[in-house]
Nanobody, 117 residues
């Protein structure tokens, strides 16, 4: 059974930082593409950042320079360090796992990030 679990969300003031964590089990984590998405109220879910098994990283333009994605294969974990947070970053942040074989993606339950002005 595949489980994807996020943690680390919360309330922070503008300019502050948060670190999100995600663990994934039941998949070949080391070879999976891991990603963070977010969904703000009334908006579509959007990609924040992704990281491949070979450490190729992709960021959405608005997150470049402020957010850092990383992974620890030994812990089957992926992280999102978020700095210089803005109220516009308020959203539910979701972890996504895409194993190397097959079309399936797996989502976590999401973690709320709220940035106050």
């Amino acid at each position: 059974q595949v489980q994807v679990v996020e943690s680390g969300g919360g309330l922070v003031q503008a300019g502050g930082s948060l670190r999100l964590s995600c663990t994934a089990s039941g998949i070949n984590f080391s070879f999976s593409v891991m990603a963070w998405y977010r969904q703000a109220p009334g908006k579509q879910r959007e990609l924040v950042a992704s990281i491949t098994s070979s450490q190729t990283i992709n960021y959405a333009d608005s997150m470049k320079g402020r957010f850092t994605i990383s992974r620890d294969n030994a812990k089957k974990a992926v992280y999102l360090q978020m700095n210089s947070l803005e109220p516009e970053d308020t959203a539910v942040y979701y972890c996504n796992a895409r194993p190397p074989v097959g079309p399936a993606h797996y989502w976590g339950q999401g973690t709320q990030v709220t940035v106050s002005s």
